[in-house]
């Protein structure tokens, strides 16, 4: 069973910074980011491709955040990480994480993944 646990969410101003962490145990494969705004649908932010190909390492962003955010994994440890930069009041969601088969179509990235977290909550302040 593949548990998820994120961490690292808070209260930040406009264009400051907040680095998410998710903690996995059990067996994880592709990683991504996803958020959920009030009373918006859950999209896609980061992912980053885990599997054993020529495409390991390779990771992908929704346009919004390109440039600012960047996802990275820590194997060793078995966590991801989301680093925020330059943060803006509509980044202001909980951040979930999840892992599982990515796609190539980046708005329906959800589609594939198998576990999810609970996620943490981003607020950002104008």
């Known amino acids: 069973q593949v548990q998820l646990v994120e961490s690292g969410g808070g209260l930040v101003q406009a264009g400051g910074s907040l680095r998410l962490s998710c903690a996995a145990s059990?067996?994880?494969?592709?990683m991504g980011w996803f958020r959920q705004a009030p009373g918006k649908e859950r999209e896609f932010v980061a992912a980053?491709?885990?599997?054993?190909?020529?495409?390991?390492?390779?990771?992908y962003y929704a346009d919004s955040v390109k440039g600012r955010f960047t996802i990275s994994r820590d194997n060793t440890k078995n966590t991801v990480s989301l680093h925020m930069n330059r943060l803006k009041p509509e980044d202001t969601a909980v951040y979930y994480c999840?892992?599982?088969?990515?796609?190539?179509?980046?708005?329906?990235?959800?589609?594939?993944?198998?576990?999810w977290g609970k996620g943490t909550l981003v607020t950002v302040s104008s």
């Open positions: 980053i491709d885990w599997s054993f190909s020529w495409s390991a390492g390779t990771t």
């Open positions: 059990g067996r994880t494969w592709n």
């Open positions: 999840a892992t599982g088969r990515l796609n190539s179509d980046l708005s329906r990235m959800h589609v594939g993944m198998d576990y």
